[in-house]
T-cell receptor, first 114, second 112 residues
């Protein structure tokens, strides 16, 4: 049973296109995240949602729009893709309690913008 | 703001001990974490330590925390080729959700 799943695993697209990445978790967690990992493997948080509500929106262009239809899903829609958007995008989920925030990560979506 | 620093690379021979170091800035972080990322995969929690502890041992893993110097280390005893991965140190951002700030990751290469 996959705890946090993402689709697609690979996404290759042209500059200027619009694309979506889907994320689902079956852990019953209230909080979900999107991270971007660049080519040097540096990991940066983009968004955090708690119970379908946006909690964190780091300095991310507004071409990126997360959507949480329900607690188990957090999708990432990207408009007008640019070369610099090429990266691996990770979804994660957790149920923070008493300061402990063990996050469970999906396998990642490798986005390549040509 | 919060920042987590790690050296980027470490190379060891199979059977040796590996020590990965990390410094962090947020002294209010209740927990500190070590995550492991194998090639082509997502991050997995390896271990964590509560901030009022100095040391935590879990089989081949030993975590040392020096709160005064804001220094965290991960020691892997008898390192195996399967331990080759990127290791990320993380602290909490101090907010109510305990969101994580990750270091840049240390790539551990284990030579046979």
């Amino acid at each position: 049973d996959t705890a946090v799943s993402q689709t697609p695993k690979y996404l290759v697209t042209q500059m200027g296109n619009d694309k979506s990445i889907k994320c689902e978790q079956n852990l019953g967690h209230d909080t979900m995240y999107w991270y971007k990992q660049d080519s040097k493997k540096f990991l940066k948080i983009m968004f955090s949602y708690n119970n379908k509500e946006l909690i964190i929106n780091e300095t991310v262009p507004n071409r990126f729009s997360p959507k949480s239809p329900d607690k188990a899903h957090l999708n990432l829609h990207i408009n007008s893709l640019e070369l610099g958007d090429s990266a691996v995008y990770f979804c994660a989920s957790s149920d923070p309690a008493e300061g402990l925030n063990e996050q469970f990560f999906g396998p990642g979506t490798r986005l390549t913008v040509l | 703001g919060e920042d987590v620093e790690q050296s980027l690379f470490l190379s060891v021979r199979e059977g040796d001990s590996s020590v990965i170091n990390c410094t962090y800035t947020d002294s209010s972080s209740t927990y500190l974490y070590w995550y492991k990322q194998e090639p082509g995969a997502g991050l997995q929690l390896l271990t964590y330590i509560f901030s009022n502890m100095d040391m935590k041992q879990d089989q081949r893993l030993t975590v040392l925390l020096n709160k005064k110097d804001k220094h965290l280390s991960l020691r892997i005893a008898d390192t195996q080729t399967g331990d080759s991965a990127i290791y990320f140190c993380a602290e909490s951002d101090g907010g109510s959700q305990g969101n994580l700030i990750f270091g840049k990751g240390t790539k551990l290469s284990v030579k046979p």
